[in-house]
């Protein structure tokens, strides 16, 4: 049985298909995600990977491969974040998009991978922060290319993994 997206242009009146997995390959939409500002881009996480259409559904490409069961969530300042449970891992993933989820560069971290991600949530008003909810709390990425929290010793390269406020700011 195949899965499918649908697109609706007018409150749900009516609605058109824009993807299917497949007559012979079931890989369930785990979550989409619209653009907040961006109108027609979207993405799509899956069991494994998340696609993205600029075009309202009109052409779907795969952006990101994961042995996750992927959430996704746009962040500000043209950000995005991927993350979700490893079916066969027993942990997590997450990844992080700087540009409009092209491409994507893993942040997982350590503590992270040993966690199972039950949902992801970004603020598109703020760059680089986002919240993964765990088995073991609420736990923050910070400074994802944006002018929050970031560690100095490693730049605004790098995304870090903090549970609870905004980690200490090393000079």
Not at 76 to 89: H, I
């Amino acid at each position: 049985i195949p899965a499918y997206a649908a697109l609706s242009r007018d409150g749900g009146q009516n609605w058109m298909w824009v993807w299917s997995s497949g007559p012979f390959d079931y890989t369930p939409i785990v979550d989409i995600s619209a653009h907040p500002r961006l109108d027609g881009l979207a993405l799509t996480g899956h069991w494994g990977y998340v696609l993205r259409t600029p075009d309202h559904g009109a052409g779907f490409r795969n952006v990101l491969q994961s042995h996750a069961n992927i959430l996704v969530d746009w962040g500000g300042g043209g950000l995005a974040f991927a993350a979700g449970r490893t079916a066969s891992l027993g942990g997590s993933e997450a990844y992080l998009s700087r540009d409009l989820g092209e491409t994507w560069i893993p942040i997982t971290g350590t503590r992270l991978a040993r966690l199972a991600i039950n949902d992801l949530e970004a603020d598109d008003r703020l760059a680089g922060l986002a919240f993964a909810a765990t088995n073991d709390g609420v736990y923050a990425f910070f400074g994802a290319g944006g002018p929050l929290c970031h560690d100095a010793r490693q730049g605004v390269e790098s995304a870090i993994l903090w549970l609870g406020e905004c980690p200490p700011i090393m000079a």
